[in-house]
């Protein structure tokens, strides 16, 4: 097939001269990194929403996206050939994963038994597909947002039958996982949040999207798929809060409400901006927290506050987010990089579909080169041990080891210490020199 006016994308390495091409200049899948394969560190997969049904609009204008199978009008026909053109892509792009919402693949009828229908017949050929072409489901998720019936929420809603309906849409979601193979399942609570603190019960609405999801693991055992479930936190947008606000606000539900041992995170770095967070940071509350899973790769504006999904081409932030994912050993058990990003309104041909995802893969194998010459250089283990130093010995081991069981214990170490010697225990951090060596990192080791 040819359903792309594209050739496969090869890596071509560093060629001279600035210009992009329509080549991988860093991404070298089978390049062993740091003890394993740039395709196995980050597990590229491109998102179906934003790929395939993003027709490229804005609050201010309509579509401009050009994309050949806009020729089906019937919503059944252009699902069934958005497959055979996904699967080229992923094919011609290298990637070996791929993510989507159930109602991104499949339209729906006017009851749910009739969108299950649908669902079925879409599944049964993405499967033939993936048989085909060895590309597998990084995670699957459901849509409990875009209808207007989610308009308070799905597992959160005050209306019953919208709770019900929910679940009875998130069981067929997780046979599907099941059936194809799935490696987490995602639950992004696009809704599940409030517009106005006055008509909410806060307490009663968490108590039940909990209850939903230890449901959600129950009927996960009972038909025996076994994929990693997964949380993504967003702060706000659509709703004015949601209730999985950040990384740290996610995991401390978990643990409220008894789903740690099921759940961990998927963490979006435009998300974390609109938390007032790095994307680092986020990925480095999960991981020391033990809840990393998975990473959807995007970036957003600084001046906008506004979930752009732009592709990342942040250098400086990539070589962040895979120094975390080099110092956890990997990105989750199960967890790999989707792109859950969208070319620009501007950019709307076909070929830019790939010249973004190219831009991004490209911008995060750069980065994994850079984050693993740091760690091999041990240059930020070596920053925290000397700032941290003095807890090797005396009293900072002691507060340390737990030895120091009262406040009384600091007050004897502490009490007739001059100030003078208080002021000289303090080092300067050299911020403006560590930033310019991490510079000098991303200029080095992308030199060569």
Known sequence: MDLWNVEKVAYVGRTRGPQESLAFHYYDAERVVAGRKMKDWMRFGVAWWHTFNQELVDPFGVGTAHRAYY????????????????????????????CFHDRDIAPEGDTLRETNANLDR??????????????????????????????????????????????????????????????????WGGREGYENLWNTEMKRETDHIARFFHLCADYADEIGFNAQFLIEPKPKEPTLHQYDFDAATAIE????????DTFKLNLEGNHANLAGH????EIRVA??????????????????????????????????????????GGIGP?????????????SFTEED??????????????????????????????????????YDSGIGQKIDDGSISSLAQLEDHALDIPQADLIAATKSDHLESVKATINNYIIDALAE
């Open 71 to 98: 020729k089906y009008t019937d919503p059944m026909d252009q699902a069934l050939a958005k497959v055979d053109y996904a699967f080229e892509l992923f094919t011609k792009l290298g990637v070996e994963y791929f």
């Open 122 to 187: 879409v599944v049964a050929k993405i499967e033939e597909n993936m048989k085909a072409t060895g590309v597998k489901l990084l995670w699957n998720t459901s849509s409990l947002f875009t209808n207007p019936r989610f308009v308070s929420g799905a597992a959160t809603s005050p209306f019953a039958d919208i709770y019900a309906y929910a679940g009875g849409q998130l069981k067929k979601s997780l046979e599907i996982g099941k059936r194809l193979g799935a490696e987490n399942y995602v639950f």
């Open 253 to 260: 539900f978990l643990r409220a409400h008894d789903l740690t």
């Open 278 to 281: 790095t994307y680092q940071h």
């Open 287 to 328: 991981r020391e927290s033990g809840f990393l899973g998975s990473l959807d790769a995007n970036q957003g504006d600084k001046l906008i506050g506004w979930d752009m999904d732009e592709f990342p081409t942040d250098l400086y932030e990539t070589v962040a987010v895979m120094w975390e994912v080099l110092a956890a």
């Open 334 to 346: 199960h967890g790999g990089l989707n792109f859950d990003a969208k070319p620009r309104r501007s």
């Open 353 to 390: 579909l790939f010249r973004s995802h190219v831009a991004g893969m490209d911008t995060y194998a750069a980065g994994l080169l850079v984050a693993a010459q740091m760690h091999e250089d041990n240059y930020i283990e070596r920053l925290q041990e000397t700032r941290y130093s003095s």
